[in-house]
């Protein structure tokens, strides 16, 4: 099946998954194609999932996100021709493209990163887009030097713990930013509209994105802190959901406390000649399992956002095919 075939018939499921498509997100999307953008294996992306673009020396890695949130996205930028859009965070270029068609020669596309190696990436891949300009930036927390006052649509596609000031207070009436606000374990998307000089926050669910700086990304096991903050992400989804116990909420949050009294230069589990089981954090864990355990498929897919995929291939149908590896 041809590339054009696979996202035809991935819009699809996107739509009848209940994914937001507008026909400028659908015609922009089937322009593009998306092994163009990346040197990786792109046969996930179709199974809306995300996939690599990039791997720094320490082997982490920067990717494409998964078809539906960059829909999700798209459609809430509510895009029109001419706009000019501030984008921070390359993502490869790939969603830049969909940008620039979408907004047309009339507008342009601003992207700013402060990853000289994905910049490097995604220059490399737009020299023949004239509307999209890429910027290295030293510090997300710092203005670009020359850069327009007034911002009208800002994208933020990776985590930040909060807005830098500078785009704060650069928003321009009925202008609006779109950012993942939250910790490296979770984050809610936000949608921060300035009406009469104040930025207005619409809470359009719970994320997961990687840093927007790819060298804040480590390989290593999770620490307590990080898990805590996991669990108060998971407690909060699930009060939300009304899926959690009094009793099970209650349990969670006395683990959330304990974990963050552990010392922050506890050793992982496993090393320091301390067996697994006898690990504080192992121990904690035990201590808390009759709460943990009901909740743990519900967990799994906060810990592992990537294996939601809404446009994914149905097992029914004739599109399902077996993967070898599902990332768990």
């Not at 996202?7 to 997100?25: A, F, H």
């Not at 998971?234 to 683990?255: G, P």
Request: hydrophobic share 40%.
């Amino acid at each position: 099946m041809s590339d054009q075939s696979e996202m035809k018939s991935l819009l699809k499921r996107l739509e009848k998954s209940g994914i937001p498509l507008t026909k400028d997100i659908n015609e922009a999307m089937l322009a593009i194609e998306v092994d163009y953008f990346t040197d990786f294996e792109t046969m996930d992306f179709f199974a809306d999932r995300p996939i690599t673009f990039l791997k720094n020396e320490n082997g982490a890695v920067k990717t494409i996100s998964a078809p539906h949130m960059i829909a999700t996205l798209l459609y809430h930028l509510e895009l029109q021709k001419g706009n000019d859009v501030v984008l921070i965070g390359c993502k490869s270029g790939y969603i830049a493209a969909l940008i620039a068609i979408i907004v047309g020669e009339e507008g342009s596309v601003k992207v700013l990163d402060p990853s000289q190696s994905v910049i490097q990436h995604a220059t490399s891949r737009l020299t023949h887009w004239p509307t999209i300009e890429v910027r290295h930036i030293e510090s997300l927390q710092i203005s670009p030097i020359a850069f327009p006052g007034e911002l009208n649509r800002v994208l933020v596609t990776g985590q930040i713990k909060e807005l830098p000031e500078w785009i704060n207070s650069r928003i321009s009436e009925s202008g609006f930013v779109i950012a993942p606000l939250g910790g490296i374990t979770g984050q809610k998307l936000m949608k921060l509209e300035c009406q009469d000089g104040e930025l207005l926050p619409t809470d359009l669910g719970h994320v997961s994105f990687g840093p927007v700086d790819i060298s804040d990304v480590g390989i290593g096991p999770i620490g307590p802190n990080e898990l805590a903050d996991i669990l108060e992400l998971a407690i909060e989804t699930f009060r939300e959901m009304e899926a959690i116990t009094k009793e099970e909420n209650d349990s969670i949050e006395d683990l959330i406390v304990n974990l963050r009294d552990l010392p922050d230069d506890l050793p992982p589990p496993g090393e320091a000649g301390v067996a697994i089981e006898e690990h504080p954090m192992i121990r904690l864990l035990y201590q808390s399992s009759p709460s943990f355990i009901r909740l743990w498929p519900l967990l799994q897919l906060m810990v592992q956002p990537n294996l939601a995929s809404p446009g994914g291939y149905d097992i029914d149908s004739d599109e399902y095919f077996e993967f070898d590896d599902f990332g768990i």
